[in-house]
């Protein structure tokens, strides 16, 4: 069959590949998917319950609920103090990009997108005929607002802000952000602020570039915090003739985030993270602590990874070489230009953490014959 050039723009992620290949291996330490380790709970699991008895299984509005959408607004004025125009919910932060990026790109525009960075920012833009222009955070994963300025165009569209970052965990800090918006608000670029981690920092309380950015795009959801990546529940808040226009899009797309969904996501707004929040920050430690002296690691300030340097050879000899020693990590040319780095995931046991470490400092002094 002939597929569209759009379609095979799209390249198949390697992180899945990973993923597929660990369901081979008996008893894998698996250090590579992005998906926390715990369930939704339970009070997330009587609200589902109560909207399947209740028969809340139907359609909701294109822009979701309006308690939910009230308690999103609410949950950015009080941690911010920023209001915003609009406010929608989305089939994850996934949808939110597919919305945002069918609205807004035109072939031939550019969309600035961090080095490293998650693959799906620039996957969509490709299938959108856009180009991707990536600033480069290297080697301390920072924002660089200089290198930024240098790189914006008259065909600049969107500018990409991950803080916390997957793949990095890097955390940008409050001046960091200034400078971004400085950036964005001189030049007329829409700053697209993927915020799925924000309750995952662990060394400081999180900063939305929202505050400082005249014209932002804000995009989290719950799949993270919530322990429902399988749900699809994610929000947008910007502008209103944006949101409009992805509101338009949703609706002729995946019309709206599943209703049970939303209903958990009402009450999980108000759920007090903070004990999860710091036993995510002891993995942080196990992994920082375990592999700082084997490697050179950048310490993760938020979400659930960091990015060593491979000791040996490039990102994806290193972990290939690893799966023999049925450890799963993912190669960091799967976020990158460059092929020198690799990703960890902490979202698992201590238990596995440590075996994971282990196998790491095992694999750093003992290199394969034609890297040794």
Same mark, same amino acid.
């Given at each position: ?273 903070? +004990? *999860?929040? $710091?036993?995510?920050? %002891?993995?942080?430690?196990? /992994?920082?602590?375990? &592999?700082? =002296? ?52 902490? +979202? *698992?046991? $201590?238990?596995?953490? %440590?075996?994971?470490?282990? /196998?790491?400092?095992? &694999?750093? =002094? ?7």
């Amino acid at each position: 069959m002939k597929f569209s050039k759009r379609s095979d723009a799209i390249k198949i992620s390697g992180i899945r590949k990973v993923f597929e290949l660990g369901a081979t291996i008996e008893d894998p330490i698996d250090l590579s998917i992005g998906q926390p380790d715990f369930s939704i709970p339970d009070i997330g699991k009587k609200e589902a319950h109560k909207a399947i008895d209740e028969g809340f299984t139907r359609y909701t509005l294109t822009q979701g609920i309006q308690p939910l959408r009230e308690k999103v607004a609410e949950y950015y004025r009080r941690l911010h103090g920023v209001t915003f125009d609009e406010v929608m919910i989305t089939c994850g932060v996934a949808g939110g990009i597919v919305n945002a990026f069918f609205a807004l790109l035109e072939e031939g525009d550019e969309i600035l997108v961090p080095d490293p960075a998650f693959m799906i920012y620039e996957q969509w833009a490709n299938f959108l005929g856009a180009k991707v222009v990536k600033y480069d955070t290297y080697p301390d994963f920072r924002a660089h607002p200089e290198r930024l300025a240098e790189l914006v165009s008259p065909r600049t569209k969107i500018l990409i802000v991950l803080s916390p970052s997957n793949p990095t965990g890097a955390v940008f800090t409050e001046d960091e952000l200034k400078q971004i918006a400085a950036v964005a608000d001189k030049h007329g670029v829409l700053v697209i602020s993927d915020e799925i981690y924000d309750r995952f920092c662990y060394d400081s309380e999180p900063v939305s570039i929202s505050r400082f950015c005249d014209n932002v795009l804000v995009l989290g959801g719950f799949s993270k915090f919530a322990g429902m990546p399988g749900m699809r529940l994610g929000y947008a808040l910007g502008p209103r003739d944006l949101i409009m226009e992805m509101r338009k899009i949703q609706q002729f797309s995946f019309v709206c985030a599943p209703s049970v969904s939303q209903r958990i996501g009402v009450v999980m707004m108000d759920y007090d993270f903070s +004990a *999860t929040r $710091d036993r995510y920050r %002891r993995k942080r430690d196990i /992994i920082y602590e375990g &592999l700082k =002296d084997k490697y050179e690691i950048v310490k993760p300030g938020g979400a659930f990874y960091c990015f060593p340097k491979v000791p040996w050879g490039d990102s994806w000899s290193f972990c290939e070489h690893a799966v023999k020693h049925k450890l799963l990590v993912i190669p960091g040319g799967e976020f990158s230009d460059r092929s020198t780095h690799f990703r960890i995931s902490f +979202a *698992t046991t $201590d238990e596995k953490l %440590r075996r994971g470490v282990e /196998i790491l400092n095992y &694999l750093a =002094d003992n290199p394969p014959e034609e890297f040794a």
